[in-house]
């Protein structure tokens, strides 16, 4: 009897962080995805000014705070496909590289709802 309770009482525990981990996750998801849909989605639209650069500053030490919990249980494809794209989004945003600039917050965008859906309780996220 005492090994069944302990085993439900694990079971519990484990049951009790994968939700609370899933629920963390998605916050965090849904905070990079609004910085990132506050971006220039045009090249014409892209201007290299303090409210971008204060946007694409908050994204990068978002993103730097929580990526050993993202990939903790994300995969490493997408989590590096992310990096990378924040990595470039950054780099475009100092050259003043409008073109570059656009294209890497699209596939930051891309990579960061594939996250979430993967992190998310989905059957597209089991299969």
């Known amino acids: 009897m005492k090994t069944f309770l302990a085993a439900l009482v694990l079971f519990?525990?484990?049951?009790?962080?994968?939700v609370w981990n899933t629920i963390d996750l998605q916050k965090t998801f849904q905070e990079l995805l609004t910085l990132t849909e506050a971006l220039p989605f045009e090249a014409e639209d892209f201007r290299?000014?303090?409210?971008?650069?204060?946007?694409?500053?908050?994204?990068?030490?978002?993103?730097?705070?929580?990526?050993?919990r993202i990939a903790f249980t994300g995969g490493y494809e997408n989590c590096n496909r992310a990096d990378e794209a924040l990595g470039s989004l950054f780099i475009h945003f100092q050259n003043d590289n409008a073109e570059d600039f656009t294209h890497a917050r699209l596939m930051l965008w891309d990579s960061l709802r594939r996250l979430k859906m993967l992190e998310s309780f989905h059957f597209d996220s089991i299969f």
Request: glycine share 4%; no cysteine; proline share 0%.
């Open 48 to 68: 290299k000014d303090a409210q971008t650069q204060e946007t694409v500053e908050k994204l990068y030490r978002l993103w730097d705070k929580k990526f050993s």
């Open 12 to 18: 519990a525990l484990i049951v009790g962080f994968v």
